[in-house]
């Protein structure tokens, strides 16, 4: 490769991308190479902290007073309250200067940030705060697909207003024919947990002449603006006063904050009397986006938000390329090879972070023999030893199956860690779901995860470069 | 009888978990309803196909004979462009355009292959009796009447971006030209594929310029259509013959030690990957030795900028102050190499160049997809993405006098019309740009720079 | 207690109790079949799906072979669209005795099973993926039965004839009369699984067929009827291996059948003698040996993808017990855990021909008769034997009909594999799907639920295959549920086109609505479809039963890509639907406690 790299990400999830962004920004010459696109695709787009504990039954109402009961080598005790409120501090600047702002769930906001985009990218530079917010690592609660709360620590602006602290009767409304999206029995089961909540299903057939009632079809009809001002009237016309209106997440791929905005004020419009504030701001906003089964457009939107700062950061993202091989000597890797369609391509950096996730990224892979390896580097793993011990008979049971906790263990520069506990090589780094002590889909601690040891790995990796 | 194996692309399928990130990125399922998608006509339509089978409709059992008749259970997988823009994203490494090319073929063999398909599959047999008279064989093709003609009779779009013959082949300019040719040590073999032959030979020769100014003598044997277009129509057996011919043709050359280096990316990749792949010809120990033998162009120059060995004399495209503004689009069958961006490695270092790198998935043509009736509109709709970004870094060049547009860069020839075809600027072959700033090729005309 | 009368009450809803009652209403009796859930739901939902051409048995059960290849050519044509006609191979892998072939080819010839010998090059060129090292290859009339189809099939056709179906009954006491040497069985109590509401049910004949329950049926009755269980295990790959049944010729083993059966191959089957049929657990060795031996017929089976695994038990009867201990007991060691081969109780040597229980003549009591053994692809036979039996009770003569009597549905023709994807493609039904991977439409599931009594999602599945590919309800968990629902709260009903079970795999029928006349007792059936009681009304509770239904079958296959499918899984019902913290108000349906107990993952040390 032409120039040698600072820094080889390898996985473009959340956290090799937020990995990347932060090495960047420091300076450093990064370049990101991923299999395929990243796992942020699957996801419902908000950034869950940590929504239960290992072993718990209820929501964990405020992550950074639970960090005490996480297991002492769980990646979040290696970082601290302090270093996770960082990460996400700069996350918050990076996705409010791409335009899709990110609060805390309940927390309040617009749409879109308002400023233009040269003052916003002043903002990403900014200072970072003081962490004395009274609320700091307050989860807020939303609505699922399926009407249960989740417990989320960031949402999108667009998911703010179906926060369940609120008390505000919901309408939910689905799209006809959409098959990941079913109002009534989000409705029913709202009402079962004691909400106001009722339910409407709106006519497609107005808004496309196509049979395609997939999630991506719809959210890229619905950036048209003559789609945009007919779900509008719809929506005007299903909600009566004073309900704000849960809608599927598939309101936009790329303009979904004006069609909310529209809406939004077209409520207000006929409503005058129960409009909140002069501003309307996300939380008191009456209408929201609920995500649904993968592909999800929230979690789209993020991929392309943080692609597009990349891109301005001189950061190449290459997909479709599947690491097949690596040259190490000693504790320092030299290259690794991606496999093409002849011979392998060879990428030389200074620095490798490992971020290629866990069973469900592809970065652990679990053999018909119970034997759990890490697919690129094939790292000593943390992990039960038979296949007998990686399940329980209970599908949901809250404790979680075992194998789901296999992975890398790292020190607290996120340097993966042999049997002995000494660093298996010096310059490569792993952060992710790829660690071990984690269930990050049963802990709803995913996103949270992603960002908090993508930032600590990549900040290690700038600290290395400096000395 | 190909021997299917459990190892083949068709086993791949076995890879996907659903996750609909394929179809996120399909570019052709997000315009037309034909299409509904990588995963619903690879991985999920493949389980209802008579999976594990042989595609040849010679190899008759019973159920290659209830194909024969008829009977092969879905059509709309014809309609995937095979840009292969689901197999990059895939996270779990389906060879997803793969399974819908021997789809593909399994419908050609039950339903028998149009006149038109066959026709475009042979685009060599055509570009090769077209060249003997250019002139009249512009002519024929491009009035207005033949158009209308062949759209109506045969299912070629009126207005899709057929190319036009060159008065002299590539050939015709290495015999004219033989004694001005380098000779030296360090050999290099061109695959110039047909369209460079016949339709564009100053790409060729602008590659040859390169190689040249590097010290390499360039060979350029005989050679015959990598068999692409016959792959993408459905039509296996005549693919491999082509195939099996151009591997007799290299096979010295290989075994010698010599790269095969070539301008066309689709080219160049079915040598690498999709003939041995898509015929189960991976186990023939010739075809591997010239899949591991086959560079692209670019890939093979990033590999000597790797050890140090090309020159830095790089010069301005223009006489201009302003930035030469080039928005470069790497083509889907580039992509497919999975060898990165090289072209951008090396035009990073031509000085005053300001290259934007469009993130478009697909210029919609994808070989001979957009040159059909029925296809034309939605390659057209598909390459929307990459025409709007390229009008928007011409209308941005034209209001903030930031810098002059003349070009695009694309590496692939038939992706290279569409552009031209669907935003009216020039597109070149980075290649062509490479030897421009090497001073060696004029841009403009398109020919060697000291030729009058 | 409400009470109903019959005739004939016909206790299980497997394929022979399906048949029995098809079999006795076309004789004219008036039929009540109770069964304790859904039909099919025992053996016959559970087994691989051979249609046997009777050359399995031909060496070691002539009297079977004969029966399997009588009813091959019967099944064929009076449920053709329930049967895909793949033909069969007994191929000679290496390691397969000398002269077994010699003598199978022989004993073919001397039971008139139509076996032709063909060159292994030709084998390979229509089965490519076959172990190239086979010596001889058998050609034979063997296919591939959806056997939940089929009962389904056999079940509208009783109905038509004017039969009472009553799934979701469990009989729970059989009612004796008479004194000493006039015993009698003439009345059963039934629960209402659903309601909890009991009915009693008066019958002048009582046939017992439920399978492997047997036993405890008979033993109601106070008579002992003992049934060898043999437990088999079964995986299914992700995409079909081949297109042709494939058998191991040699004397019948574990894991030498290959069956293409939809869009699966499934490998089979393991045996190991069990004592109670409800529970079945899946062992690792099982699954490694399943593994093991289908790499003997399709090389690098075990590297492919497996979906699942299930276990079925084959209710097989001998008057006396085979040499050797009695049976073990529940609970003892013996019964799972050992390889088969070492077990004393091997059942593989247990006759598969019918077995019918004349228990007048047996035990000196009237009013019962217990049909047994045998095999699905002799359940016709079984139903006939078991219905003349009655006659010969009753008194009465009435010839059987249901060799010539083709069920409603056989004009489709055979099915092929295409099938499903041909009618999707031409009606234009893409966008339609709900579960992608088997291509079942909103139509067919909505069609399936208000037609046929639906009570959980794995009730659909029976019917349209529901949740039954790679990502194993994945997507169309969540979806089914939101369709169940909204069709409970009345509002996506479709146009009130006669639904008729014999298209109930067809996505193209219910897009058209060109359906039929309507089953004679539709209309009451229709009522109860949906029944508000049921745990339809539970929606969280109709998806964590059909997650954990899953759940149980994936857990013993659970590694590489599937175990990577799983955890897709997990994140969309943990992460995006938080599933695991719905409001429910009970902690469990009348039927969640099934899909724990059965066949659960071995992870007894958790």
């Keep these: 490769m032409a120039g040698v790299l600072d820094l080889l990400v390898i996985g473009a999830g959340l956290t090799g991308l937020f990995a990347a962004y932060t090495a960047a920004r420091a300076g450093l010459r ?258 929201f986006e609920i995500p649904t089964l993968p592909p999800s457009l929230p979690g789209l939107r993020l991929d392309t938000a943080l692609r597009a700062r990349l891109d301005r950061l001189g950061v190449r993202v290459e997909i479709g390329m599947e690491v097949c091989g690596f040259h190490a000597t000693g504790r320092r890797i030299h290259w690794i090879e991606t496999e093409t369609g002849s011979r392998p391509l060879r990428h030389t950096a200074r620095n490798y972070l490992l971020a290629t996730g866990g069973i469900l990224g592809g970065g652990i892979h679990g053999d018909r023999c119970g034997h759990v390896k890490e697919t690129v580097f094939d790292l000593p793993l943390t992990a039960p030893q038979t296949r007998a011990q990686w399940l329980r008979p209970l599908f949901l049971d809250k404790r979680g199956h075992p194998v789901f906790r296999a992975g890398v263990s790292v020190d607290h520069r996120f340097l993966p860690l042999d049997r002995s506990g000494a660093p298996v090589y010096d310059n490569l780094w792993a952060a992710g779901a790829v660690l071990a002590h984690t269930d990050p889909i049963r802990e709803r601690s995913r996103e949270g995860i992603a960002i908090s040891t993508g930032c600590a790995a990549a900040n290690a990796v700038v600290r290395g470069q400096q000395l | 009888m190909p021997a299917t194996s459990l190892n083949a692309v068709g086993l791949s399928l076995n890879d996907c978990i659903k996750c609909n990130i394929c179809t996120s990125y399909c570019p052709v399922s997000q315009v037309t309803d034909s299409f509904p998608g990588p995963k619903y006509a690879a991985p999920q339509s493949e389980r209802f196909r008579d999976f594990g089978h042989p595609f040849y409709a010679d190899d008759a059992g019973p159920i290659s004979r209830t194909l024969a008749a008829g009977r092969m259970p879905d059509a709309s997988v014809d309609f995937c462009s095979g840009c292969r823009v689901c197999n990059e994203v895939c996270p779990t490494g389906v060879r997803i355009a793969e399974i819908n090319a021997r789809a593909r073929a399994r419908i050609a063999a039950a339903r028998g292959l149009s006149l038109r398909n066959r026709l475009l599959g042979r685009n060599e047999l055509l570009a090769r009796v077209g060249s003997i008279a250019p002139g009249l064989a512009n002519f024929l093709l491009h009035n207005p009447l033949s158009r209308r003609l062949a759209d109506a009779l045969f299912g070629v779009a009126e207005k899709a971006p057929l190319p036009r013959w060159h008065n002299e082949t590539l050939n015709r300019w290495l015999s004219r030209t033989r004694a001005q040719r380098l000779r030296s040590q360090q050999k290099v073999v061109y695959f110039h594929g047909c369209a460079t032959q016949y339709y564009e030979p100053f790409v060729g020769i602008a590659a040859i310029l390169v190689l040249e100014h590097l010290g390499y003598e360039v060979i350029v044997p005989p050679q015959n259509c990598c068999g692409l277009p016959m792959l993408s129509n459905g039509e296996f057996s005549a693919a491999e013959g082509y195939h099996r011919r151009n591997v007799a043709r290299l096979i010295e050359f290989v075994n010698a030690g010599y790269p095969i280096i070539g301008t066309s990316t689709s080219c160049t990749l079915t040598l690498k990957e999709e003939a041995p792949e898509l015929l189960d010809l991976e186990n023939d120990a010739d075809v591997r030795a010239l899949k591991l033998a086959t560079w692209d162009i670019f890939e093979w120059l990033r590999d000597r900028l790797d050890q140090g060995r090309l020159p830095s004399d790089l010069r301005p495209l223009h006489q201009s102050d302003r930035p030469f503004i080039l928005p470069y689009h790497a083509p889907c069958q580039l992509r497919a190499h999975r060898i990165g961006k090289p072209a951008l490695d090396l035009l990073a270092r031509i000085p005053g160049l300001d290259l934007r790198e469009s993130h478009a998935r697909c210029c919609g043509i994808a070989g001979t997809y957009g040159y059909k009736t029925e296809k034309y509109q939605i390659a057209m709709d598909v390459g929307a993405e990459l025409f709007d970004y390229v009008a928007a870094q011409s209308a941005a060049s034209d209001r903030e006098a930031a810098g002059s547009l003349s070009f695009t860069a694309c590496d692939s020839e038939t992706c290279r019309w569409q552009l031209e075809h669907g935003t009216g600027i020039p597109s070149r072959h980075p290649i062509e740009l490479l030897a421009a700033a090497c001073g060696l090729y004029d841009l403009q005309a398109r020919r060697p720079a000291d030729a009058n | 207690m409400k009470r109903m009368q019959t005739e004939i009450l016909v206790i299980g809803g497997g394929a022979t109790g399906t048949g029995v009652a098809w079999d006795a209403a076309l004789r004219g009796f008036r039929t009540v079949l109770v069964e304790k859930r859904d039909l099919t739901h025992g053996t016959t939902g559970r087994y691989h799906g051979l249609l046997h051409s009777g050359a399995r048995y031909v060496l070691k059960d002539a009297a079977s072979a004969v029966e399997c290849i009588s009813e091959n050519r019967i099944l064929r044509r009076t449920h053709t669209h329930c049967i895909e006609d793949t033909s069969g191979f007994f191929v000679v892998a290496p390691e397969d005795e000398d002269d077994y072939p010699d003598r199978f080819a022989a004993a073919c010839r001397r039971l008139d099973v139509p076996c032709t010998e063909i060159p292994p090059g ?251 053994g045998g095999k699905w692809t002799t359940f016709r036979l079984m139903a006939e034997s078991a219905v003349d039996a009655a006659c010969g009770q009753l008194g009465v003569s009435r010839p059987c009909r249901t060799a010539h009597t083709p069920v409603p549905g056989v004009e489709q023709g055979h099915y092929w594999l295409g099938h499903r994807l041909n009618e999707v493609e031409e009606e234009n039904l893409q966008s339609e799907l709900i579960c992608e991977c088997e291509l079942v439409t909103r139509s067919m599931l909505e069609g399936a639920a208000q037609r046929n009594p639906t009570v959980t999602l794995d009730d659909l599945r029976r019917d349209v295959r529901l949740g039954m590919g790679p990502c194993q309800g994945g997507f169309c968990t969540y979806r089914a549920v939101g369709i169940l629902h909204s069709l409970r709260a009345g509002k996506a009903l479709p146009a009130a086109a006669e639904w008729n079970v014999a298209h109930m795999q067809s996505p193209a029928h219910h897009h058209r609505d060109d359906t039929g006349p309507a089953p004679a007792d539709d209309s009451r059936r229709r009522s109860a479809a949906v029944d508000p009681r049921a745990s339809v009304s539970q929606p969280n509770l109709l998806l964590r039963d059909f997650l954990q239904e899953r759940w149980k079958g994936v857990a013993p296959i659970l590694w590489g890509q599937q175990l990577r499918q799983e955890r897709l899984d997990e994140l969309i019902y943990l992460s995006i639907l938080n599933a695991d913290h719905l409001p429910v108000d009970d902690e469990e349906s009348p039927l969640s406690s099934f899909f724990r107990s059965d066949s659960s993952p071995s992870t007894s040390n958790l």
């Design chain 3, 122 to 372: 030709a084998a390979l060129r229509r089965e490519p993926l076959l172990n190239p090292r086979i010596s001889r290859v058998f050609e034979l009339p063997d296919a591939a039965a959806d056997s939940f189809l089929a009962t389904h099939a056999t079940a509208q056709g009783a109905r038509q004839a004017g039969a009472t179906l009553l799934p979701y009954h469990e009989l729970t006491r059989l009612h004796l009369s008479g004194g000493d040497g006039n015993r009698a069985v003439s009345a059963a109590t039934v629960l209402d699984t659903v309601s909890g509401r009991e009915l009693r049910i008066d019958a002048d004949l009582v046939i017992n067929a439920a399978g492997a329950w047997s036993g405890w049926v008979a033993a109601l009755a106070g008579v002992e009827v003992k049934m060898i269980l043999g437990k088999g295990v079964m995986l299914a790959t992700n995409a079909r291996l081949t297109n042709t049944v494939i058998n191991r010729c040699k004397m019948p083993g574990d894991g030498d059948i290959l069956v293409p059966i939809h869009t699966v191959s499934v490998i089979g089957t393991t045996d190991v003698q069990v004592a109670d049929p409800e529970n079945l657990s899946i062992e690792q060795w099982e699954v490694d040996l399943m593994l093991t031996e289908g790499d003997k017929l399709v090389p690098g089976l075990s590297r492919s993808r497996i979906l699942r695994a299930w276990a079925g038990v084959r209710p097989l009867y001998q008057e006396t017990q085979p040499a050797g201990e009695p049976a073990p007991a529940a609970g003892d060691p013996r019964s799972n855990g050992l390889p088969a081969q070492d077990s004393p109780q091997y059942s593989r040597d247990a006759t598969r021909a019918l077995a019918l229980l004349n228990h007048r003549q047996r035990d000196g009591l009237r009013g019962l008769i217990t049909i047994t």
């Design chain 1, 30 to 287: 990064v370049r990101v190479v991923a299999r395929g696109a990243g796992s942020t695709h699957w996801h419902a787009g908000t950034i869950d902290l940590l929504g239960y504990l290992p072993n718990g039954q209820d929501a964990v109402a405020n992550w950074a007073q639970a960090l005490p009961e996480l297991p002492p080598a769980h990646p979040y005790r290696l970082l601290g309250v302090d270093a996770i409120a960082q990460a996400l501090d700069q996350f918050q600047r990076l996705v409010a200067a791409a335009g899709l702002p990110y609060v805390r769930a309940g927390g309040g906001m617009a749409f879109t940030a308002s400023s233009p985009p040269e003052d916003r990218n002043l903002q990403e530079n900014d200072p970072a705060e003081q962490f004395d917010d009274p609320r700091l690592g307050q989860n807020g609660a939303l609505i699922s697909p399926v009407g249960a709360a989740r417990p989320v620590y960031l949402a999108p602006a667009a998911q703010q207003a179906g926060n369940l602290e609120d008390d505000r009767p919901l309408l939910i409304a689905g799209l006809d024919g959409m098959p990941d999206f079913y109002p009534a029995l989000i409705a029913e089961n709202l009402q079962r947990q004691g909400r106001l909540a009722r339910s409407a299903s709106l006519p497609l057939d107005q808004l496309t002449e196509r049979r395609d009632r997939s999630p991506l079809h719809l959210a890229r009809l619905l950036d048209r603006p003559a789609a945009q001002a007919l779900l509008t009237e719809m929506v005007v016309n299903a909600a009566a006063p004073g309900e704000r209106v849960g809608l599927p997440a598939v309101l936009g791929l790329n303009d979904h904050a004006r069609l909310l905005e529209k809406i939004d004020r077209a409520l207000a419009a006929r409503d005058p009397d129960t409009a909140q504030t002069p501003d309307r701001r996300g939380a008191c906003a009456a209408v």
